[in-house]
């Protein structure tokens, strides 16, 4: 059975890229409706797929991605 | 070698500005501009150069409050994004009718209005063209790279004290978020000299030394105007700057473009050359002056020119008056906070510059 995972985004410290949508094969990730306090659309996670890869955190720019794995 | 940093384009320009030797930095809050100030308060260059480092009430108050320090003969700077830079143009006509040097950066987000916090190119014209009144001029140099936006941080320094006159940095929200590698400079002193033109205090056998904008009588104000004019030459026959990609080979077409949006052009035509396209870039890093000659002569040997950019066409003004009809000139551009791709760029090449 594949791995589970969890992403913990930094909502107050994403600016919205996109990067990390790009690069999750799950299609995990998406842009929330709601905007942080400097008004960017922050990562957010949309379903229970992530496999916990963590290719979201390699490439995010401003690591704001933190990816914990199930044992 | 340097030692090499990684660094988000709006830090490395806020250590830029300590690292010139920078008196002052007064300035306000907005996306996608905030990390300027907030790193500035982080690493807390009053305690180590001496500079100091005030959030405004407002825009406005920021580009008064670097009017008043740039009066005082110091080095002054204040950066903000497009909406604020709107507030801020009363003061920027003010102090270059004054003739004072200030260094004031532009985080392009998209317009008009509050617009959206997404980056942008479309304050050209507010730049270049004016913004405030009067017939000024706005030293103007957009970087392309993290390592240009630092290396322009001392080089606007340096003209807008040569010239007495502001220089702006036109950036966008695209190389003010992204990290970088840059190699940053070594500290520069802060002005200790004394300049002749600075309000220091009156001293005896010295007469008063006023700055104003305010001439009540035309014949006068004709005179600044005059003198402001002989500037502006001078500054368009020395301070032109740009670099060109595979301009000096045999080319058919050409793209100019500046900034960030170079960049994706850049890549585009990478792809178009490895189609046999036989195409070059040119990309002005003085928006003012601009790179008239350069174009004009490239205009004489390509079949065309294809301006890309992140507006609705305002460079394609300049690139038109450039080429004064030598050749067909098309436009590609996307806006509104919207960003366009290389194979965006290789279909308008393909499709408006050749097909059309």
């Excluded at chain 1, 985004?9 to 790009?22: A, H, L, P, Y």
């Amino acid at each position: 059975m594949a791995k589970k995972g969890e992403v913990v985004i930094n909502i107050e410290r994403c600016k919205g890229c996109e990067v990390c949508m790009v690069a999750c094969p799950n299609k995990v990730l998406a842009l929330a409706k709601e905007v942080n306090a400097k008004g960017y659309h922050y990562a957010i996670m949309v379903s229970t797929d992530c496999n916990g890869c963590a290719n979201c955190a390699v490439v995010c720019p401003d690591s704001v991605i933190t990816v914990y794995r199930e044992k | 070698m340097k030692e090499l940093k990684l660094m988000k384009g709006n830090e490395a320009l806020a250590e830029a500005s300590i690292l010139a030797g920078a008196d002052a930095y007064f300035g306000y809050p907005i996306t996608p501009q905030s990390e300027v100030i907030e790193y500035l308060m982080a690493v807390k260059p009053f305690e180590r150069t001496g500079m100091v480092v005030l959030q405004a009430e407002s825009e406005i108050a920021a580009i008064n409050m670097v009017y008043g320090a740039a009066g005082c003969g110091k080095r002054t700077l204040t950066s903000s994004s497009s909406p604020g830079i709107s507030l801020m143009q009363e003061g920027l006509s003010y102090i270059a009718g004054a003739e004072l040097p200030c260094v004031v950066v532009n985080v392009t987000r998209g317009g008009p209005g509050l617009g959206t916090i997404q980056p942008s190119q479309s304050d050209y014209f507010q730049a270049v063209k004016g913004g405030g009144h009067g017939d000024y001029k706005l030293i103007t140099l957009a970087p392309a790279t993290v390592q240009e936006t630092v290396d322009y941080m001392k080089l606007a320094f340096e003209l807008a004290f040569k010239y007495r006159n502001p220089v702006m940095i036109l950036t966008d929200g695209i190389i003010g978020q992204m990290m970088e590698k840059v190699e940053l400079f070594e500290q520069q002193p802060r002005i200790t000299e004394e300049f002749d033109w600075a309000t220091k205090g009156k001293k005896e056998g010295k007469e008063h030394v006023i700055i104003t904008s305010l001439q009540l009588q035309s014949e006068q104000q004709e005179k600044v105007n005059l003198r402001l004019q002989a500037k502006y030459r001078e500054v368009e026959k020395n301070e032109v700057r740009y670099v060109t990609h595979h301009c000096d080979e045999e080319i058919d077409y050409l793209i100019v473009a500046f900034g960030s949006c170079a960049r994706i052009a850049q890549n585009a035509m990478d792809q178009a050359r490895k189609k046999g396209i036989k195409i070059g870039l040119l990309r002005p890093q003085t928006l003012y002056p601009y790179p008239y000659d350069a174009i004009n002569k490239l205009a004489g040997k390509v079949k065309g020119i294809l301006t890309v950019e992140m507006n609705a066409g305002q460079m394609l003004e300049d690139v038109k008056l450039a080429v004064n009809g030598k050749t067909k000139v098309e436009f590609y551009g996307r806006f509104g906070g919207m960003i366009p791709s290389p194979d965006e760029i290789l279909n308008a090449i393909e499709n408006k510059l050749i097909g059309g």
